[in-house]
């Protein structure tokens, strides 16, 4: 199982490696939804200590990954709102933690899934990659 785990770890950080920024931002997107997914698996199965971590990951990828992104210079008046949006979807995440909310992990996967999506669609030329 050590293996596997290490194995997928190259892959991830080989693939983090040769991204474009926009790439980058995308596997955000997709690790902070994995992240959510996980942590409302462990809220149903009443495993505290997981859910905490699993919420944690997706924090860490909204405030230190997404949030941190923001170029406030060259984003202007978008890159405010997306922060403010990143600040609300973190009280959803802290609320659902201490609450065991499935409806907060709801919004805020359902909110980055469409900021995700948007993501997507734009395409590489955006992200210069």
Request: net charge negative; glycine share 12%.
């Amino acid at each position: 199982m050590r293996g596997a785990s290490a194995y997928a770890r190259v892959g991830v950080e080989s693939g983090v490696m040769s991204a474009s920024p926009h790439q980058l931002i995308v596997m955000l997107f997709d690790g902070v939804q994995a992240a959510i997914r996980t942590a409302r698996l462990h809220m149903q199965a009443g495993n505290v200590a997981e859910k905490g971590k699993a919420i944690s990951k997706a924090l860490d990828i909204v405030n230190m990954g997404l949030s941190a992104a923001l170029d406030h210079e060259r984003g202007g008046e978008l890159a405010g709102r997306l922060e403010q949006l990143y600040a609300y979807v973190s009280r959803l995440l802290l609320r659902a933690n201490l609450h065991d909310d499935e409806r907060s992990l709801d919004e805020a996967a359902a909110l980055l899934e469409e900021i995700g999506s948007a993501w997507r669609e734009i395409g590489p030329q955006a992200g210069g990659g």
